[in-house]
T-cell receptor, first 114, second 113 residues
Framework: AAGVIQSPRHLIKEKRETATLKCYPI?????VYWYQQGPGQDPQFLIS???????DKGSIPDRFSAQQFSDYHSELNMSSLELGDSALYFC?????????????FGSGTQLSVL | AQSVTQLGSHVSVSEGALVLLRCNYS??????LFWYVQYPNQGLQLLLK??????LVKGINGFEAEFKKSETSFHLTKPSAHMSDAAEYFCAVRFGGYQKVTFGTGTKLQVIP
């Protein structure tokens, strides 16, 4: 069965650079969530989208933005990268058309800011 | 291999009854254990976590969990279910410092009036 696909798996950037992370949800899933997990930290919810509209917002810095496209994939754009942005970023997708919403997680993008 | 298993993808309890959601892990190193809750159309919310120290951990909304190393378990309980507890619950485990969290497949809790 198809799973949530994230790309790239690993990304190395320098301070003040920009980065774009991509998430491809499971087919027919219309909701995407982004999470950030810093070294030794719990995963923190960043933002979510439902039907291409932002549905919830967590601890996402102003330097970050995200969107969901017509094919339901989502991109997380990160600008003016800081050392503290080094973390594992993973997304999850779900079908929200019913109350039986179940999250499926991707394997994550490991971002290292040097 | 390190993994986490949640027994039962759906659990139904009557309002006021005991809630028990099961989680077992497999690990060769001491794990950090978590329970997350997700309400419809929302992100994950941390209920409680175990890192070190007391094995009985109390979380938000009256939930608690006990780390039992001998049973490699971290079951979530609540003495009396409330309608507002209806949600999906994820057990998660982290091994080491810079390791991603491994989530269980989730257990959807239904509370029957």
């Amino acid at each position: 069965a198809a799973g949530v696909i994230q790309s790239p798996r690993h990304l190395i950037k320098e301070k003040r650079e920009t980065a774009t992370l991509k998430c491809y949800p499971i087919p027919r899933h219309d909701t995407v969530y982004w999470y950030q997990q810093g070294p030794g930290q719990d995963p923190q919810f960043l933002i979510s989208f439902y039907e291409k509209m932002q549905s919830d917002k967590g601890s996402i810095p102003d330097r970050f933005s995200a969107q969901q496209f017509s094919d339901y994939h989502s991109e997380l754009n990160m600008s003016s990268l800081e050392l503290g942005d080094s973390a594992l970023y993973f997304c999850a997708s779900s079908v929200s058309e019913t109350t039986n919403e179940k999250l499926f997680f991707g394997s994550g993008t490991q971002l290292s800011v040097l | 291999a390190q993994s986490v298993t949640q027994l039962g993808s759906h659990v139904s309890v009557s309002e006021g009854a005991l809630v028990l959601l099961r989680c077992n892990y497999s690990s060769s190193v001491p794990p950090y254990l978590f329970w997350y809750v997700q309400y419809p159309n929302q992100g994950l919310q941390l209920l409680l976590k175990y890192t070190t120290g007391a094995t009985l951990v109390k979380g938000i909304n009256g939930f608690e969990a006990e780390f039992k190393k001998s049973e490699t378990s971290f079951h979530l309980t609540k003495p009396s279910a409330h309608m507002s507890d209806a949600a999906e619950y994820f057990c998660a485990v982290r091994f080491g410092g810079y390791q991603k969290v491994t989530f269980g497949t989730g257990t959807k809790l239904q509370v029957i009036p």
